[in-house]
């Protein structure tokens, strides 16, 4: 069984600090998403990553898919309040019969 | 262009009725799909759909049926509700199973 493990659970802290989150796994993916969900609401998609080492960056947000498709890195500069949510991974298996994995989120909160 | 919604947006019902929590999406998407979300165990693929007329069991699908009459609706049946069916229900859509997925605002379920 394909996971995805996601650290760390909850995360806290202030606004203007950098901080960053992952998502592992033992098995390679051929894509890799990340979502953000906010309180009340369905996950949004962030981002796709696709080829292995590949960086994408949205704003303040960077994100990086690891050499072996194995992993990824969500890094945040300057958190702001607007940050805070669920941050959930998922990744695609290269079998393409198998369904898209999540992994169960790290929660962010950004102080004020 | 509502993209997905979900009715109802809360709902409380007693062991053993029966209920239909109702999703709709007007993307033209083929692949629909239910998950439920409950603490410290991220969202957990119940039912999907490839396209009108076909469906199939996800990760945990006992206790729910899905049926897929047209492309724009997905509805799923809880057939006798019992408090383990207490979760938050999203419905997502995409264009391709490991495409972006377009989750609906959820459905808040209580079983008491």
């Known amino acids: 069984t394909q996971l995805l493990e996601q650290s760390p659970q909850f995360l806290s802290i202030q606004e203007g600090e950098n901080l960053t989150v992952y998502c592992n796994s033992s098995s390679v993916f051929s894509s890799l998403q990340w979502y953000r969900q906010e309180p009340g609401e369905g996950p949004v998609l962030l981002v796709t990553v696709v080829t292995g080492g590949e960086v994408k960056k949205l704003k303040r947000l960077t994100f990086q898919f690891g050499d072996a498709r194995k992993d990824s890195s969500l890094h945040i500069t300057a958190a702001q309040p607007g940050d805070t949510g669920l941050y959930l991974c998922a990744g695609a298996p290269q079998n393409r019969d198998d369904k898209i994995i999540f992994g169960k989120g790290t929660r962010l909160h950004i102080l004020p | 262009n509502a993209g997905v919604t979900q009715t109802p947006k809360f709902q409380v019902l007693k062991t053993g009725q029966s209920m239909t929590l109702q999703c709709a999406q007007d993307?033209?998407?083929?692949?629909m799909s239910w998950y439920r979300q409950d603490p410290g165990m991220g969202l957990r693929l119940i039912h999907y759909s490839v396209g009108a007329g076909i469906t199939d069991q996800g990760e945990v699908p006992n206790g729910y049926n899905v049926s897929r009459s047209t492309t724009e609706d997905f509805p799923l049946r809880l057939l006798s509700a019992a408090p383990s069916q207490t979760s938050v229900y999203f419905c997502?859509?995409?264009?391709?199973?490991?495409?972006?997925?377009?989750f609906g605002p959820g459905t808040r379920l209580t079983v008491l």
């Open positions: 993307m033209n998407h083929e692949y």
């Open positions: 997502a859509s995409s264009s391709g199973t490991y495409d972006t997925q377009y």
